[in-house]
């Protein structure tokens, strides 16, 4: 497997850190990591709140890529509870793809680290609704 996902899964790893913040906040149950084209790893974790408040954890790694002045996405990982297996959701693939539309296809994603399993966003979506 590339190094860079292991460092990735590290990254992710370092935030990974389930908490009852208050009685209607939780977060860090699942971890994310992505790769920006420059290089580098930002990491976001989900939040769960009352009132679909909340957001998942590749999405707030995408924001956190984005509030450091990146736009684009190389590699997509994911720990989810028990680091089993996942894909981004279907929110986290629209915002994906809105924000890449043109070249969202290439982006790759970890679908199962302990098996080094890759899948590509043009694998997961093949089809957006408006292109
Ligand atoms: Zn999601």
Redesign the pocket.
């Known amino acids: 497997m590339d190094n860079i996902w292991n460092e990735m899964y590290e990254a992710a790893k370092a935030v990974l850190s389930p908490k009852q913040v208050s009685e209607y906040v939780a977060c860090g149950e699942v971890s994310a990591a992505v790769l920006s084209k420059t290089g580098k790893i930002y990491t976001g974790v989900c939040i769960d709140t009352c009132s679909t408040l909340g957001i998942?954890?590749?999405?707030n790694a995408i924001f956190n890529m984005m509030t450091n002045g990146e736009y684009e996405i190389e590699k997509v990982l994911c720990i989810p509870p028990n680091e089993g297996k996942g894909a981004?959701?279907?929110?986290?693939r629209e915002l994906i793809v809105q924000l890449m539309p043109d070249s969202y296809k290439n982006i790759e994603v970890m679908l199962d680290y302990s098996k080094g399993e890759v899948i590509t966003m043009g694998e997961l979506t093949p089809h957006w609704w408006i292109g």
């Not at 981004?88 to 986290?92: E, L």
């Open positions: 998942c954890a590749e999405r981004p959701c279907g929110a986290c």
